[in-house]
């Protein structure tokens, strides 16, 4: 397993609520929490910025981290992400934030501490350009968005 290098902003971490963690031992994402002052409601449509009480240091460059939604939340709640997917780099120290959307038709209440997302750590290959005339032929060619048909 990784070591991450984590602060913790918010005293209620590690206190009140859990550091983040793997729900089970084959889980992918540590989940986040809403470290709120208070319970805030959500409207239809909106989106609020939300601390996670935490700041990570990932450091290396070929690693990121992945903010994604929780699929309970997005599927019951309407609860996604107002950036579709937060990407934290590698040498971000900041403080993790969570742009929470209530894309559904009824308000949310957001409870202080409550799970709102989860935190992957994946790989990065970064790339330099190596400018060419011509690629070398593929089947595929420039073919895309459907290309390949439906069946
Ligand atoms: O959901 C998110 C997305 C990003 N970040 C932090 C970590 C990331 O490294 C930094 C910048 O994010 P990104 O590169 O996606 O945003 P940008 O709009 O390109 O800002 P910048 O110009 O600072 O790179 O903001 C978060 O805390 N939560
Ligand atoms: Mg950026």
Request: aromatic share 6%; with cysteine.
């Amino acid at each position: 397993m990784h070591a991450l290098q984590a602060k913790i902003l918010d005293p209620r971490i590690g206190t009140e609520f859990p550091l983040p963690q793997y729900a089970t031992p084959g889980s992918a994402g540590l989940d986040l929490r809403a470290m709120l002052e208070q319970d805030i409601v959500i409207k239809p449509g909106e989106t609020v910025l939300i601390p996670t009480g935490l700041s990570v240091y990932i450091g290396d460059p070929n690693l990121a981290a992945l903010i994604l939604p929780r699929s309970g939340m997005g599927h019951k709640h309407g609860i996604v992400l107002g950036n579709l997917v937060g990407l934290i780099d590698s040498d971000y120290q900041g403080p993790l934030m969570v742009s929470c959307w209530n894309r559904g038709q009824s308000e949310f209440t957001m409870p202080v501490g409550e799970r709102l997302a989860q935190l992957v750590l994946v790989p990065v290959v970064q790339a330099h350009f190596e400018m060419v005339e011509e690629f070398v032929e593929t089947e595929r060619g420039a073919g895309g968005f459907g290309h390949s048909g439906t069946k």
